[in-house]
């Protein structure tokens, strides 16, 4: 079965970077667009950048520039760069996939998610 794994996350200073990576394995897929999301425990989910196959870039209204998406979505692969971060930033990150799964001789539409990766910004 496809699944996605994220790696990076840990804990920074206020101010300081991290970078998060993604990527898919385990089966016959092929994918449109790689997502980060991000939740704190008890408040809806967000979506913290979205890039396409064809290479379109999209952020939350709360980056204000501070990241960078980028990736081969080709080779189901994704990098979340951040920069200056702040104690707000503080959450469980998680890798999201849009796509098509080949489980048959055809293909089906399919959403990844990975298991999340936590993300600590301290004061």
């Known amino acids: 079965q496809a699944r996605l794994v994220e790696s990076g996350g840990g804990s920074v200073q206020a101010g300081g970077s991290l970078t998060l990576s993604c990527a898919a394995s385990?089966?016959?897929?092929?994918?449109?667009?790689m997502r980060w999301y991000r939740q704190v425990t008890g408040k809806d989910r967000e979506m913290v950048a979205t890039l396409t196959i064809g290479g379109d870039s999209s952020y939350g209204p709360f980056v204000k520039g501070r990241f960078t998406v980028s990736g081969d979505i080709a080779k189901s692969t994704v990098t979340l760069q951040m920069n200056n971060l702040g104690p707000e930033d503080t959450a469980v990150y998680f890798c999201?996939?849009?796509?098509?799964?080949?489980?048959?001789?055809?293909?089906?539409?399919?959403?990844?998610w990975g298991p999340g990766s936590q993300v600590t910004v301290s004061p």
């Open positions: 385990g089966g016959h897929f092929s994918l449109n667009a």
């Open positions: 999201n996939a849009d796509g098509f799964s080949r489980q048959t001789t055809d293909w089906i539409p399919i959403t990844l």
